[in-house]
């Protein structure tokens, strides 16, 4: 267990710290509905990890489970996804804006103000379990957890410890406004300006460096 959650913890820093929903949430909570809609967006972007996680892991399981080699083939998915991981931190440097150049926010982003409990739950389902970048971290998560030989408990124990740490960049903020809103908005308001003017350089390392401890852990295990 405990070598498997070692290597969880750098995928679930690399989910939690992506700004984007960090972001979206923080818009949530400037919202005029900011109590349902951030409620709602937290509980998609739990549920999305988890059933991204829970689905690879099973995957996983059943692929390598009665394999003769399984280590070879674990490494090189691990490789394979430390690349895919680098290609798109390439593309996340390229997008980042030139300076002296605000960063555009996407469209959804300032749709946001009427957004209902069921349309932010969707969108934070969307952002954690299907978005490229996410998505990718979720399969490495799920592949670790069920190449690793855990018991089904474990791999249930596994999967919601990574959900908890990938998931805790919003849902801190969230109930951290639940408590103390009023003390919260020019803090936010700030970490929202700050995210959205670095967003495209914070992913494009975070990418790198998730990648390439990907690869690494790929060729050592070969």
């Known amino acids: 267990m405990n070598e498997v959650i070692g290597e969880l913890l750098p995928l679930a820093v690399g989910v939690a710290i992506s700004p984007v929903p960090i972001m979206a949430a923080i818009l949530m909570l400037l919202a005029p509905r900011a109590g349902g809609t951030s409620a709602g967006f937290l509980l998609g972007w739990v549920a999305g990890i988890a059933v991204a996680t829970g689905v690879f892991t099973a995957l996983a399981g ?3 489970g009665d394999s003769d080699e399984p280590s070879a083939a674990v490494s090189w998915v691990k490789i394979g996804l430390g690349v895919l991981l680098l290609l798109l931190a390439a ?3 390229r997008a980042r804006p030139k300076p002296g150049t605000a960063a555009a926010l ?5 749709a946001m103000d ?3 409990l069921p ?23 799920g592949t670790a957890i069920g190449s690793g030989g855990l018991s089904g408990g474990g791999d249930v124990v ?25 003390r919260l908005r020019g803090p936010l308001d700030g970490l ?6 670095h967003n495209a350089a914070v992913m494009s390392v975070l990418l790198l460096v998730i990648g390439t401890v990907l690869i690494g852990k790929g060729i050592g295990g070969l």
């Open 119 to 141: 349309k932010a739950a969707g969108l934070g389902f969307v952002l954690s379990a299907v978005n490229p970048k996410n998505l990718l971290m979720c399969v490495a998560a």
């Open 91 to 93: 593309r996340q440097w």
């Open 106 to 110: 996407p469209g959804w982003m300032s």
């Open 62 to 64: 059943v692929g390598f």
């Open 192 to 197: 929202k300006q700050w995210l959205q003017a």
């Open 158 to 182: 596994a999967v919601a410890v990574f959900t908890a740490l990938a998931a805790s960049s919003v849902a801190v903020p969230v109930l951290a406004y639940a408590v103390a809103r009023d």
């Open 114 to 116: 009427s957004f209902t």
